[in-house]
């Protein structure tokens, strides 16, 4: 069994009762005492340290109950910042995060889809480092950044091992993202990002087992156990966006046939449909499944089924306390929507009680950003980093 010094279990019963603040608050040291079972006297000596540091402060609020009233505890919200990315295809958005959760700013940037990596994450690098600036934020404060983006993602080395969506393969992005900002940097799939968000603040708050499941520019699931990610022996669980759906289907992008990509996706349903007519986005699709033109009702209709049977799937192999669906073909067309649930209803059976069915993702646009930020907060510090 590994000893640890007392200065390690100081360090991690700090991190103990300033979690159980966040957690919590406000609360009050009696709560503390009661929830850690450690002594009055310890939790005092514990939350003078964290109020001196600058974590923690007395509000005005007292605690109820019988007995003599003591001042509630809260989180200081300037203890410290993490930036939120979200890289996507020609557009980044860039947030702040304080030590509340509260994503106080946040900006949406417009890039050069041509843009070479090192390109791209020296303009996000400059965008942070300006945002700072104006923010008159102090350097010392700031945690880190964390950087969601699609692909498959080496989330220990920072690695973007392949992003079909922005043309990367084996990309430092968190290393040369560090060297261009001075500041420690997390990356990790666009979607995980988003799951950790919808975990903490979002339709699956604090559940036992949620399952996230996207569509748009691409399609892929991000599985929360017990408030950890299920990440698989190389971190490709939930990347079913390679699922063979169709062996007489569509040549995907990696090489096989019928890829549940090449149906689900914005690009390929655009693809679909350019063999009708000439267009260039979903919201046109639609506006043709408006008019009741027998081509764009058919489209949608295979489309919805292969929704349908992939979040029926989904239930059925990971069987999570909640399911959340999420991506811009189902939040923002919803003519969509309401054909998927249609076809839901026709493809679950009687194991799967109709009642556990599917949330949809409650955050929007900032939720990338709100996980970034949190990944972020949750890994980069700790009583050391500042």
């Given at each position: ?46 939350v003078q340290d964290l109020e001196n540091e600058g974590f923690l402060r007395e509000t005005e609020l007292l605690s109820g109950g019988v007995g003599r009233k003591a001042n509630l505890l809260d989180i200081r919200e300037d ?160 990347e079913i966006s390679h699922v063979t759906v169709d062996i007489n289907g569509e040549q995907c992008k990696c090489g096989k046939i019928g890829c549940l990509g090449t149906i689900v996706t914005e690009k390929a349903m655009i ?116």
């Amino acid at each position: 069994m590994k000893k640890h010094d007392n200065g390690f279990i100081k360090k991690q019963n700090k991190k103990w009762v300033l979690d159980i603040v966040k957690s919590r608050r406000p609360i009050s040291r009696a709560e503390i005492a009661k929830i850690t079972d450690m002594s009055a006297t310890s939790i005092s000596r514990i939350v003078q340290d964290l109020e001196n540091e600058g974590f923690l402060r007395e509000t005005e609020l007292l605690s109820g109950g019988v007995g003599r009233k003591a001042n509630l505890l809260d989180i200081r919200e300037d203890a410290l910042y993490t930036i939120g990315v979200d890289l996507s295809e020609g557009m980044c958005r860039i947030g702040i995060m304080d030590f509340t959760d509260n994503v106080f700013y946040m900006e949406k940037v417009s890039m050069e889809l041509a843009q070479a990596p090192e390109e791209t994450l020296r303009f996000i690098a400059e965008a942070v480092n300006r945002t700072i600036r104006e923010q008159d934020l102090k350097p010392d404060k700031i945690a880190g950044i964390g950087l969601g983006l699609p692909g498959i993602v080496n989330h220990s080395s920072g690695v973007v091992n392949h992003s079909v969506q922005l043309g990367w393969s084996e990309i430092h992005a968190a290393g040369i993202l560090e060297r261009l900002t001075g500041y420690p940097v997390i990356v990790d799939n666009d979607l995980k990002m988003l799951a950790k968000a919808e975990y903490r603040y979002g339709a699956a708050q604090y559940s036992k087992s949620s399952v996230l499941l996207g569509f748009g520019s691409g399609v892929g699931v991000a599985i929360i156990m017990n408030g950890e990610f299920y990440r698989g022996e190389n971190n490709l669980a939930g990347e079913i966006s390679h699922v063979t759906v169709d062996i007489n289907g569509e040549q995907c992008k990696c090489g096989k046939i019928g890829c549940l990509g090449t149906i689900v996706t914005e690009k390929a349903m655009i693809r679909q449909a350019a063999r009708f007519v000439p267009i260039t986005s979903v919201h046109e699709l639609i506006g043709h499944y408006n008019k009741q033109e027998l081509w764009a009702l058919n489209l949608l209709d295979r489309v919805a089924v292969y929704i349908a049977v992939t979040i029926t799937n989904c239930l059925y192999l990971y069987n999570p306390e909640i399911l959340v669906l999420s991506g811009p073909i189902l939040e923002d067309y919803p003519e969509i929507r309401k054909l998927v649930e249609e076809k839901y209803k026709l493809t679950v059976s009687e194991p799967i009680p109709m009642q556990m069915a599917f949330k949809y993702a409650q955050l929007g646009d900032k939720a990338i950003v709100m996980g970034a930020a949190l990944q972020a907060q949750d890994t980069l510090f700790n009583f050391d980093s500042l």
